[in-house]
């Protein structure tokens, strides 16, 4: 049997390389993950289609991974999809589906280079999180939006607990940063009784 890497990726305590976790989980995460019936990219891709004006406009799908949210952005009807992400491992698999007219491999540090004011559309799903991105991306990902741009992303239940996190969401819009165009909660990994809020934020 496989390693599971959903019984630690959560732990608070023992934070993880996130480079090497994505690394080493990259030839099982997709088997993991939907079997657990992944929900969170479909709800994440149909929020953003409900609120987005044109789904032709390009959407970075930041923190692509295996391209299931890809997938799930495309099947709502976004054309055109760029990714990025931290672990090459994961990136290949994202590349193998063919359904991203660009992908970038960056680092936690460049990440958000050279995209300012590039997506009218972001999307961070799943990326957010403790065993996962920074806190700080949900304003890096907001400020690289030009005005009225988009940002869909997602907080699992152990996200919404964690007080960084949750203050990362809500100081950005306090601060004028953004509002929000939607919030909705609901099944994010059923096969292990987690949940997730999904947002689509407007830059102001
Ligand atoms: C749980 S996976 C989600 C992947 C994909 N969005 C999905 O829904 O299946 C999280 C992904 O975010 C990437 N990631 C984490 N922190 C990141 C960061 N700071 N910049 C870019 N990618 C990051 C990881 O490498 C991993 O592939």
Redesign the pocket.
């Known amino acids: 049997m496989s390693k599971s890497f959903l019984e630690d ?1 959560y732990d608070r305590d023992n934070v993880p390389d ?2 090497a ?2 690394d080493e989980w ?1 030839a099982t ?2 088997a993991e ?1 939907l079997e657990n019936g ?1 929900a ?2 479909r709800r ?1 891709a149909e929020a953003l289609a409900r609120v987005a004006p044109d789904l032709s406009q390009p959407v970075l ?10 997938i ?1 952005l495309r099947l709502a009807g976004f054309e055109t999809l760029d990714g ?4 090459a491992e ?2 290949a698999k994202a590349r193998s589906k063919g359904i991203y007219r660009d992908l970038k491999h ?3 540090e460049t ?1 958000t280079d050279g995209i300012k004011e590039r997506y009218s559309l972001i ?7 403790v ?4 806190p700080s ?1 949900v304003q890096g990902l907001l400020k690289a939006l030009p005005k009225g741009g988009l940002l869909v992303f997602s907080y699992n239940d152990h996200v919404i607990q964690d007080g960084d996190y949750a203050e990362a969401r809500d100081a950005a819009l306090n601060s004028g940063l953004a509002i929000e165009r939607l919030r909705e909660f609901g099944p994010h990994l059923p096969g292990q009784g987690l949940n997730s809020d999904v947002y689509v934020y407007e830059k102001t």
């Open positions: 990726i996130v480079t976790l994505y990259a995460y997709e993950i992944y969170t990219p994440c799908d930041f923190g692509c991974g295996t391209g299931l949210s890809g799930a990025r992400d931290l672990s994961m990136l960056v680092s936690a990440g999307a961070a799903i799943g990326v957010i999180g065993g996962a991105g920074p991306l």
